[in-house]
């Protein structure tokens, strides 16, 4: 019941997202995901991760015969379109094949091995379907905020030392090489994500169950919710309002040079292209709930999660998309999100719901902070950065604390329903 109201929930907001893509004349998520079962994806790359996560419910048998097939379908789509002269990019055979597993699904399996590839196929779904609604999600930002708000953040970004600027200039002395890697990492987050998820996931198949939290829960909570922070909160970063990305619509053509004074911040118009998604940093966001999720595999697995995190500050600042304020602001909305979704998991307690409450809390004021304390924030760099740079480290400290003490007096576990008789059945009886 909790999938189909997910799926019932998920499938209404695609719809509404739709609606609203067509009222400005461009293609919704579901009509852009239809597309790309025929004509040429927009990335492959996605796709392929999307159905490594799908077949985490399959034999080592079933996978090997999912990637060939895969592979097959994407190389008769090649040679079609390469006769054509259409635009061609590979991904179209993961798609076909994860839609295949729901057909096998709904066709071919019941009971449990219905429901448990229909939840591989559904993951794989909501992987995409997420790339495709956050793109929407961009458009209508840029459609419907005429103003951002970049001065203000501009501004209080002063307290904390300007990092965007002081991180372009790294970023520009090191040449190509580092601008090619941290380029490639920020592009290619989901690789990560999946990567991590692909570990937390490798029991799916042998225990026939899902985990009761991943990595994948996080990542769709976090791209449901932070979009509509861009709504409140508009921002197009560093390199549209002060850089040259910016045309005649930036202040000026500071960005990554000359840190901008801004004596009396106010909302500034913008052109009706460039999405309004800096307040908060999801790339952060995401990129910590990779950091987060990798602590408990093997050193490999932490080192990817450390380098993820690391290369993509350095990206999202490096590259000016983002004020260091929304770097804090991302940090904070995940830890609050991390934490809800483990206190669900778990059963709510005392701690869970204080620490929720704290994260919420620290996020508002981070956002009032920014929106009506700026100037002060601007003249008063001593004062404010410590407080900023203190009340996000409060949240992760308690985090911290909070996650280790439910590790080491672990919820009692629910156990379904099949899965108890199932034991009942399997246990000796005593006599």
């Not at 392929?48 to 996978?63: C, G, H, N, P």
């Not at 259409?86 to 094949?97: D, I, K, N, P, R």
Request: proline residues 5%.
């Amino acid at each position: 019941m909790l999938w189909a109201a997910v799926s019932v929930v998920a499938l209404g907001f695609l719809i509404a997202l739709e609606i609203a893509a067509r009222h400005y004349g461009v293609a919704g998520p579901v009509s852009a995901q239809a597309r790309e079962v025929i004509f040429a994806p927009r990335s492959g790359t996605v796709l392929y991760a999307a159905m490594a996560l799908m077949m985490v419910v399959l034999t080592w048998r079933q996978r090997f015969l999912a990637i060939g097939a895969a592979i097959a379908i994407d190389l008769v789509f090649w040679l079609v379109r390469w006769s054509v002269g259409a635009e061609s990019m590979f991904g179209s055979g993961a798609l076909w094949v994860t839609l295949g597993c729901a057909v096998v699904a709904v066709t071919r399996r019941t009971g449990r091995e219905r429901t448990l590839l229909l939840k591989g196929v559904g993951l794989a779904l909501l992987l995409v379907a997420g790339r495709k609604t956050g793109y929407t999600w961009l458009m209508i930002t840029s459609k419907t905020r005429p103003t951002v708000l970049d001065q203000y953040v501009a501004a209080a970004d002063h307290a904390l030392g300007n990092p965007s600027w002081v991180a372009g200039r790294i970023v520009e002395a090191t040449g190509s090489v580092g601008a090619h890697v941290l380029d490639w990492v920020y592009i290619q987050l989901a690789v990560g994500a999946v990567l991590v998820a692909l570990y937390q996931l490798r029991d799916v198949a042998a225990e026939r169950r899902f985990p009761a939290h991943h990595l994948v829960r996080t990542f769709l909570v976090i791209g449901l919710l932070g979009p509509a922070f861009y709504m409140i909160f508009p921002v197009v970063g560093p390199i549209f309002a002060y850089g040259a990305d910016g045309g005649h619509w930036a202040v000026a053509n500071l960005w990554p040079d000359t840190p901008p004074r801004i004596p009396a911040p106010q909302a500034m118009p913008f052109d009706g292209v460039t999405p309004r998604n800096c307040m908060p940093s999801l790339h952060t966001a995401w990129a910590t709930a990779i950091f987060i999720h990798s602590r408990k595999g093997p050193r490999a697995l932490r080192f990817l999660g450390a380098f993820w995190l690391v290369a993509t500050l350095g990206a999202t600042l490096g590259f000016g998309y983002h004020y260091g304020a929304d770097i804090v602001a991302g940090v904070v909305f995940t830890l609050t999100i991390e934490a809800g979704l483990r206190a669900l998991s778990r059963g709510w307690d005392r701690q869970g719901a204080v620490l929720v409450v704290h994260g919420a809390a620290v996020f508002t004021a981070l956002l009032l902070s920014y929106r009506y304390l700026s100037t002060p924030m601007a003249d008063y760099p001593w004062l404010f950065g410590p407080l900023v740079i203190l009340s996000a480290a409060s949240v992760a400290v308690a985090f911290v604390r909070t996650t280790r003490a439910w590790d080491r007096m672990p919820a009692q576990a629910r156990i379904p329903e099949q899965r108890r008789e199932t034991e009942t059945e399997t246990q000796p009886e005593l006599v």
